[in-house]
């Protein structure tokens, strides 16, 4: 399946929340990330096993210009013609939080690259 227009992004309440305090110009960061994850998380929704309902992984955002680091919890899944991109978490980190975090994700043998 490849991303349409009939795709849906299903933020959730605290997610929706950071992401309306953010800046104009890094909501389009994280709106553009958002876009890729449809066609980055498809073929790894295909190969997963009949058991597994959704894929799912930890991203990260740098956006130097404000000085923020974020990470993202992310799931998604399909359902007959339409792709769902669950956002449930988006968190400001610190620096330390920030290379902890990608360290941990890295690690992680089943993470999407």
């Given at each position: 399946?490849?991303?349409?227009?009939?795709?849906?992004?299903?933020?959730?309440?605290?997610?929706?929340?950071?992401?309306?305090?953010?800046?104009?110009?890094?909501?389009?960061?994280?709106?553009?990330?958002?876009?890729?994850?449809?066609?980055?998380?498809?073929?790894?929704?295909?190969?997963?096993?009949?058991?597994?309902?959704?894929?799912?992984?930890?991203?990260?955002?740098?956006?130097?210009?404000?000085?923020?680091?974020?990470?993202?919890?992310?799931?998604?899944?399909?359902?007959?013609?339409?792709?769902?991109?669950?956002?449930?978490?988006?968190?400001?980190?610190?620096?330390?939080?920030?290379?902890?975090?990608v360290a941990?994700?890295?690690?992680?043998?089943?993470?999407?690259?």
């Amino acid at each position: 399946m490849n991303h349409t227009d009939n795709d849906e992004i299903r933020w959730s309440d605290p997610a929706w929340l950071t992401y309306q305090r953010m800046p104009p110009d890094v909501q389009v960061g994280i709106d553009q990330t958002i876009e890729s994850m449809f066609d980055r998380y498809a073929p790894v929704y295909r190969q997963r096993p009949v058991d597994i309902v959704s894929v799912g992984t930890v991203s990260h955002m740098h956006v130097p210009d404000w000085g923020m680091w974020l990470r993202f919890e992310t799931e998604y899944y399909e359902d007959k013609d339409k792709a769902y991109l669950c956002i449930e978490s988006v968190d400001e980190l610190t620096l330390k939080e920030f290379e902890e975090s990608v360290a941990a994700t890295r690690a992680k043998s089943d993470r999407i690259s």
